[in-house]
């Protein structure tokens, strides 16, 4: 079992330095973890402690950033798309425009999904609320 010492010098109220001995093994399971997330062994460790779902669901900080990545960048090419039609039609071609029929049938769904992906993903990234913050607005 890893054994937490506190520092004891606190040299600002925002971070406090903590000194963990653990295995070998654990060190290279904590490495290996914060790496694949993306983030420090600090910001794991600050992470778990905080309950943030992104951190304790098993889900993986990656790759919920990059299912986000993934849908902004198809809402990226919606708005090119819905850019480009507005042009044919100023231009007065008709026709042509018609081409984006289907896409304008699917436009709502596809923003709503997204919106409901990004939701979900900055809720995974926040800390947990507690007992204490219930009260409080969300910022």
């Known amino acids: 079992m890893p054994n937490l ?18 295995t070998g093994e ?7 973890r914060a790496r694949a997330d993306g983030v420090s062994m600090g910001a794991l460790l ?12 098993g889900q993986g900080r990656i790759n919920l950033l990059a299912g ?4 902004s960048a198809e809402l990226s090419t919606l708005n090119r798309s819905i850019h480009h039609l507005t042009t044919l039609l100023r231009e007065g071609s008709v026709e ?12 709502g769904g ?12 900055l809720a995974e990234l926040r800390p947990r ?11």
């Open 68 to 71: 986000l990545v993934e849908s």
């Open 96 to 107: 042509a425009a018609r081409e984006y029929s289907a896409m304008l049938g699917t436009l």
């Open 110 to 121: 596809d923003v709503q999904s997204h919106l409901r992906l990004a939701s979900a993903a």
């Open 26 to 32: 654990q060190a290279q399971r904590l490495r290996a």
């Open 46 to 57: 600050a992470g778990l402690a905080a309950e943030i779902p992104a951190f304790t669901s």
């Open 129 to 139: 609320r507690s007992a204490q913050d219930a009260g409080r607005p969300v910022v």
């Open 5 to 22: 010492r506190w520092a004891s010098t606190f040299t600002d109220a925002r971070s406090t330095k903590v000194s963990i001995l653990l």
